[in-house]
């Protein structure tokens, strides 16, 4: 946590609760997981899947929240290519930073045309980057329409 002692994943989870959360930023939910945009990045379809409760160790999830996870990393990485075409998705999971010590799960588009200088885990250049390099609001909800159409749709 940050040194004012709040989660900062708790704080958009609760927003998303209360119905307050932009498109971006509520793309898709399970019993136990969120689906959103990175707020913070400059790479296009950045998702993560963040747990509604707080934990800060996947040895904490329950049996539950374990067993929707799997299908759930397939079905957005399935979406993501389907929507905006890449090749393949990284999933990635530290839950480290002072403020997200919450555990979510990044699911980055790798796209075909990515800088070798940005493949693997330099993709994180794209995160945390300043507000003028970061992806729109207006294209972050266009993907994330789309995205919660295929995830709906893959539902029936």
């Known amino acids: 946590m940050n040194g004012s002692g709040v989660c900062k ?9 209360l119905g307050k959360a932009p498109l971006w930023d509520c793309i898709y939910q399970t019993e136990y997981w969120d689906v959103a945009h990175a ?5 296009p379809g950045w998702l993560v899947l963040v747990l509604k409760r707080h934990i800060e160790s996947l040895d904490e999830l329950t049996e539950q929240e374990a067993a929707e996870l799997g299908p759930l990393i397939r079905r957005v990485s399935s979406s993501l290519k389907s929507v905006i075409g890449c090749v393949k998705t990284y999933v990635i999971q530290f839950a480290e930073h002072e403020d997200h010590p919450h ?6 588009p790798r796209m075909a045309n990515l800088p070798a200088s940005r493949l693997s885990v330099q993709v994180f ?4 980057v300043p507000p003028e390099e970061r992806v729109s609001e207006d294209q972050m909800n266009e993907i994330c329409a789309k995205i919660r159409n295929d995830l709906q749709s893959a539902e029936c």
Do not use: M, P
Not at 9 to 17: H, I, K, N, S, V
Not at 39 to 43: C, D
Not at 103 to 108: A, D, G, L, N, P
Not at 125 to 128: I, M, S, V
């Open 103 to 108: 555990v979510h799960f990044h699911i980055v």
């Open 125 to 128: 250049g794209y995160l945390g």
């Open 39 to 43: 707020y913070n990045t400059a790479l």
């Open 9 to 17: 994943t708790c704080e958009l989870t609760a927003q998303r609760r």
